[in-house]
């Protein structure tokens, strides 16, 4: 019987970098699951967005919890990253589920991520966000936001199929 | 010897019209968790709802849950209790993805629990939860439903079997 959940790629930096894309996925799946554990080079906490087959245009609706408040945004970060200020050699943990991407629909995603830091301050959220593109998803980058992830993150894409 | 398979398919389906509810039967015992995958719409601003049972679903007051959810620029959390029919996530004609994780589903030693994650950009809302079936039966049925209108044509729901070893 084969496999449902496939590992398809996965990046290792060796340096730092702005974006990770993975291109050329191969449409024989049902849905993707793209894992990450990334650091990023500054001070800001908040980053990464998304896009799918190149397409930057998307929404979401974010949930987060600090520590010590919570609160609900709409915007298109698609990222809660550990910065430069949190624990040394400490990475962050996240998740992308794309379903039914190679539909005809536009692309609707969930993310869920926590950053991990030994301290008082420190992030966990969830969102559900669309990527106004119809077409099926050939392609997903993942952006620092204005910042770069560090060495050591990683970055691997699941395919699940349903049957 | 090469180890099994973790991660399976156990069923899925694409609804060919609209419907109020869709149930999932005659889910086998073998796995250790499960996970549905709803992808889709209503055909209005509404809401999922779930019942499990084993051999058909319990209509009765017994489930509860917590949930934290952000809708708009609020973010909140809500607790049902005796609920007979509990909470999934908003909908909307919106496609919209909702993963439930049922967690020992099959383990006729413990009350039942599951944890949903999920949102719905048509609401503005997004949701997490924890709920509680007061049974130790295995569930072996699942039933999702529309609260006050029907689930659109196309959505689908699959469900994964997770084995432990």
Known sequence: MPNTMTLIASQTLSTTAASITFSSIPQTYTDLKLILSARLSGSSNVGGTIQINGVTSNAQRVIFGT???VNSEQNNLTGIHNSNTYTTNTFSNSEIYVSNYTSSNNKNYHYEGTTENNATASYIGMAAGVVNTTSPVTSITTLAAGDTYTANSTFYLYGIVKQ | MAAGSTYSTIMTNTLGSAAASYTLSSIPSTYTDLILVIDGSTVSNIQFRMRVGNGSVDTNSNY???QLYGYATTA???RETNATNPYIGASSTTNSTHIIQFMNYANTNVLKTWLTKGGDMGSNQIDLSAYCWRSTSAINTIQISGNGGNISSG???????????
């Not at chain 2, 959505?155 to 070893?165: D, K, N, P, Q, R």
Request: aromatic fraction near 10%; glycine fraction near 30%.
């Open chain 1, 67 to 69: 520590g010590s408040a």
């Open chain 2, 64 to 66: 509860g849950g917590t």
């Open chain 2, 76 to 78: 909140g959390s809500g």
């Open chain 2, 155 to 165: 959505t689908t729901f699959t469900l994964y079997g997770i084995s432990a070893a």
